[in-house]
């Protein structure tokens, strides 16, 4: 993947290779979509648009008006069924189409947790590291005091995750039993 330049020269290289990073990590997942899958979605993003709920309630309205008109003011015009069973109709395909783009929305949301969750473990070890090496050179350096220091040596261990998991759990265990 090629880094693109910052427009405004603000920003650091760094950054500018991590929002190309996540952007090239939303791409891929767009990328994987089925082409129905495609299709859904851009079918759910004009319909969320407020041009189509002014057009819909115009439509709606039309069509209130013209039935009322024509059958003498009386709800129990066929027009009215018809107009009731296409706002069921239109209102179950707008369910079904918010419900498939939530479920690819969501596996979207569920890969970046994973990400997350497994780079602030990297981070973990990687800082559990720093302190490790710092404190053994502390301990190898003939100009510093020798000296006993529990928590960095605590702090030199990267964190277990499922230690962490248990330790939430049981603290959460008494809440559950109320």
Do not use: C, N, Y
Request: aromatic fraction near 2%; avoid cysteine.
């Amino acid at each position: 993947m090629t880094r693109r330049p910052d427009p405004q020269g603000v920003l650091a290289a760094a950054t500018i290779e991590s929002i190309d990073q996540l952007a090239e990590f939303h791409l891929e997942h767009h990328r994987h979509a089925t082409r129905m899958q495609r299709g859904i979605d851009g079918v759910t993003e004009r319909l969320g648009r407020p041009a189509v709920v002014i057009a819909l309630v115009v439509l709606t309205g039309a069509w209130l008006v013209f039935a009322a008109l024509r059958g003498g003011g009386r709800v129990d015009q066929p027009a009215f069924a018809w107009l009731e069973l296409a706002a069921t109709l239109a209102a179950l395909l707008v369910a079904l189409l918010i419900l498939v783009t939530q479920r690819r929305e969501d596996q979207l949301a569920e890969r970046r947790s994973q990400l997350t969750l497994e780079l602030a473990l990297l981070a973990d070890k990687r800082s559990a590291k720093i302190i490790a090496l710092l404190e053994e050179l502390r301990r190898d350096h003939p100009d510093l005091a020798d000296r006993h220091d529990p928590q960095s040596q605590e702090m030199a261990a990267p964190t277990d995750p499922h230690q962490v998991i248990a330790a939430i759990d049981a603290r959460a265990a008494p809440d559950r039993a109320e």
